[in-house]
């Protein structure tokens, strides 16, 4: 009985690495589509070889769970967009065109916002009316609202919310909130949700 055990053992880890030699190689390989849009937009090394041929991709994982913690009230220079938003669009964007993913089924991102990162929530007629501007934060206001069409659950945190003097009906429409935003984002992190802290 012991000898067939050790048999057993043997012959299902031989198993495991014959499976691991067969994919090695593909695991970080691009979608043909992409290779050849790099190729395209990046051209070749100086030794000849292609972008793609140096180019690693992700490996295509099932449940990527991703909480951005959005607390600065840094712009990104070329869009206007808080530049934790702008990460959180670049993230769905990459799951969707690169590796063909839609939400919900092959990743989801849930964006926590507070901090000082707060005021830009704001729906745009607010957030002018309080800043003097005119559309001041309406990059920032689309790129929320495309994330909450994908199903992306954007959340606010009242703490935050108390210290700037927003109210629910400041709000982009649409917005979740959470008591405390640092207290969400440890909670997904607890519940193995990665924290992209940018």
């Known amino acids: 009985m012991k000898t067939n055990s050790i048999i057993s053992l043997a012959v299902s880890g031989l198993l495991l690495v014959v499976a691991s030699s067969v994919n090695a190689g593909s695991k970080y390989d691009c979608p043909e589509a ?58 769905a964007s990459n799951y969707e065109d690169m590796y063909g993913l839609s939400y919900g089924e092959g990743y989801k991102i849930a964006v926590v916002i507070h901090g000082s990162a707060a005021k830009f929530a704001q729906d745009t007629s607010v957030f002018d009316a309080k800043s003097g501007t005119v559309n001041g934060n309406l990059p920032t206001v689309n790129t929320i609202k495309d994330l909450m069409s994908k199903g992306i659950h954007v959340y606010m945190c009242q703490n935050s919310m108390r210290a700037n003097g927003i109210a629910t009906a400041d709000l982009i429409p ?25």
Do not use: H, Y
Not at 54 to 76: G, H, M
Not at 189 to 194: E, K, N
């Open 174 to 198: 649409g917005m979740e909130e959470v008591p405390s935003g640092v207290t969400a984002v440890t909670d997904f992190g607890m519940r193995r949700w990665v924290v992209l802290t940018p």
């Open 34 to 91: 992409a290779k050849a849009a790099m190729d395209a937009s990046f051209g070749s090394t100086v030794d000849g070889k292609l972008t793609s041929d140096i180019t690693k991709c992700l490996t295509v994982r099932e449940d990527i769970k991703v909480v951005v913690n959005v607390s600065s009230n840094a712009i990104n220079g070329k869009n206007g967009i808080v530049q934790q938003i702008n990460n959180a669009k670049n993230l």
